[in-house]
């Protein structure tokens, strides 16, 4: 079974509608989440972290954490062209972090 | 300006043959990691390291190597016993442990190619 798995892609959303990106994790002990944006042959961003229950919003980014059901998810809202990526989730315990093979995100004009 | 080095951003290998990829941060990080990535996969962790001369295999360490003499560098070796070594290498540091987060930052990666 993997550590960390996301919804498989490509995910192709309109501009100006709201993507949804969803991850599960095995790691009971997980204790922080995050997200990276990584455009083709570049290096992978940092765009949001969260360790709490709930919902943290960051621009147009919003990262969701529910623990108990091991379940992180990411919107973005009012996608942009520039959105196109692919979106890897990571998460951390023992001083690493274990990272989903990533859904490709496609923002079409 | 602050951030992780890495060099070359491309690299040949022939067969039977070691070779090195530079990774150096001026972070101040005192964690450092390797990791691998091959085309529509996520990233592999190789090697990490969390202080100066002590470091700890990751998933997939056979046919690698590292070394951590000073805190700003974190070279990795691709042995010849790596078999398929093709892929995108990546670096990256971040402080230890700072309460729950310890983000991660990466260099722009060394893609490594088989002649």
């Known amino acids: 079974q993997k550590e960390v798995e996301q919804n498989s892609g490509p995910l192709s959303v309109p501009e100006g509608a709201i993507a949804s990106l969803n991850c599960t994790y095995s790691?009971?002990?997980?204790?922080?989440f995050f997200w990276y944006r990584q455009y083709s042959g570049k290096s992978p961003e940092l765009i949001m972290f969260?360790?709490?229950?709930g919902d943290k919003e960051d621009g147009r980014f919003t990262a969701q954490l529910n623990k108990a059901s091991q379940y992180v998810s990411l919107l973005i809202r009012d996608s942009q062209p520039s959105d196109s990526a692919t979106y890897l989730c990571?998460?951390?315990?023992?001083?690493?972090?274990?990272f989903g093979a990533g859904t490709t995100v496609t923002v079409r004009a | 300006d602050g951030g992780i080095t890495q060099s070359p951003k491309y690299l040949f290998r022939k067969e039977g043959q070691n070779v090195t990829l530079s990774c150096e941060q001026n972070?101040?990080?005192?964690?450092m990691y390797w990791y691998r990535q091959d085309p529509g996969q996520g990233l592999r962790l190789i090697y990490y390291?969390?202080?100066?001369?002590?470091?700890q295999k990751g998933d997939i360490a056979e046919g690698y190597s590292v070394s951590r003499e000073k805190k700003e560098s974190f070279p990795l070796t691709v042995t010849s016993a790596q078999k398929n070594p093709t892929a995108f290498y990546l670096c990256?540091?971040?402080?230890?442990?700072?309460?729950?987060?310890?983000?991660?930052?990466f260099g722009d990666g060394t893609r490594l190619s088989i002649l």
């Open positions: 390291s969390q202080i100066v001369n002590d470091f």
């Open positions: 969260i360790y709490s229950n």
């Open positions: 790691d009971r002990g997980s204790q922080s």
């Open positions: 990256a540091s971040s402080i230890p442990d700072t309460g729950l987060v310890i983000a991660q930052h």
């Open positions: 990571a998460v951390n315990a023992d001083y690493k972090l274990s």
């Open positions: 972070l101040n990080h005192d964690a």
